[in-house]
């Protein structure tokens, strides 16, 4: 596989259930080596959209294809995808050994290599040395963990991970949120992962695609739909005899200045925009002109979280 080479194209997927229409016009495609972030509110349409591009169900209008297999082949599908379901269950009175050497025996191969294949695995998500414990006595970390080493079991160009870090402490979501960034990364497979995390979203995710009532409001990589709420922020905090000088500075520049009554030295910059491609060029100047002015200059960040703000912004007014 080629990094950027399309792993998924879907065109104008919708669903409809009964009279409930829960997906409308999904069009999208995932480079290899890429991960997407589903986003949107309960009930957005984000499920029905991994079940359509699994071949689970099938979608009432459009059609799609895996590493250049159409939807009307479900079966060649099947064979290169990993899928990590909202729920799976997992026999309790098996270890993970058992388990995954079981369903490795699936892709035709011996018990042996079988075996090794699934200790490897077990290894990759971090579970080698559990690999003979019963998965009853696994926490709800390591089950996901184990799922997720059997999305790989395949080798797949896609996998699929349904709010797969639903439920996990911060750490063993961090360390989750790594696995997904190997697999994307040292795998070169296309991930579409569902979270209702943002801040994950926005460190892990090259794409994004906001859903709200089975409608995309939003998409297009990470740091696009952004930006695409029109205001740059930055927030600069100096050394606090330097504050006069420095909210002077910036305020004769064309930024909206405010100071932070919480932080000596913290200034608040703000900057409407609708261009994401000045960001770079706003960042340098602000600097440039506060160097130059001899401003002695702490710390300096770009405001954290914005998806979370075009998020809300776009999904106003659902009940979840
Ligand atoms: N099998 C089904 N039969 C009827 N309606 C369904 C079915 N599955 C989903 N729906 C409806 O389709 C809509 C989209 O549901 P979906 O599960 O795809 O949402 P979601 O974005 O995954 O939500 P969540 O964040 O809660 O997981 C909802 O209104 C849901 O009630
Ligand atoms: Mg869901």
New binding site residues.
């Given amino acids: 596989m080629q990094a950027g080479e399309k792993v998924l194209t879907a065109t104008q997927l919708g669903m409809t259930?009964?009279q409930?229409q829960?997906?409308r016009g999904l069009s999208f495609t995932l480079g290899a080596g890429r991960i997407l972030g589903f986003l949107?509110?309960?009930?957005?349409?984000?499920?029905?959209?991994i079940r359509i591009l699994t071949t689970i169900i099938e979608p009432t209008t459009g059609s799609f294809s895996v590493a250049g297999i159409d939807s009307s082949d479900p079966h060649g599908i099947r064979q290169r995808i990993g899928v990590l379901p909202?729920s799976l269950g997992f026999p309790g009175r098996n270890t993970a050994l058992e388990y995954l050497t079981y369903f490795g025996e699936h892709y035709g191969r011996s018990r042996t290599e079988s075996r090794d294949r699934a200790l490897s695995l077990l290894s990759e998500v971090g579970l080698g040395g559990r690999h003979s414990s019963l998965i009853g006595s696994y926490s709800r970390g390591m089950r996901q963990r184990l799922g997720i080493a059997r999305t790989l079991l395949g080798d797949p160009q896609v996998v699929f991970l349904?709010?797969p870090t639903l439920g996990l402490d911060p750490r063993g979501q961090q360390e989750l949120v790594q696995i997904i960034q190997r697999i994307a990364r040292e795998r070169g497979a296309g991930v579409v992962f569902?979270s209702?995390q943002l801040a994950e979203v926005e460190s892990v995710c090259d794409d994004v695609i906001i859903?709200n009532e089975?409608q995309v409001v939003a998409d297009g990589r990470v740091e696009d739909v952004t930006a695409r709420k029109g205001a740059v922020r930055f927030s600069v905090v100096v050394d606090p005899p330097y504050v006069d000088e420095a909210v002077r500075v910036l305020q004769s520049e064309r930024f909206t200045v405010s100071r932070d009554p919480q932080v000596d030295g913290r200034i608040e910059v703000e900057l409407g925009t609708e261009d994401p491609d000045q960001t770079l060029e706003i960042r340098r100047e602000l600097l440039r002109s506060l160097l130059a002015a001899g401003v002695d200059i702490v710390a300096f960040t770009n405001e954290a979280s914005r998806l979370e703000e075009v998020f809300l912004s776009l999904t106003e007014g659902v009940a979840s």
Avoid: I, M, S, V
């Fill in positions: 259930y009964g409930r829960a997906l949107g509110p309960n009930g957005a349409g984000k499920t029905t959209a909202e349904d709010e569902c209702h859903l089975g």
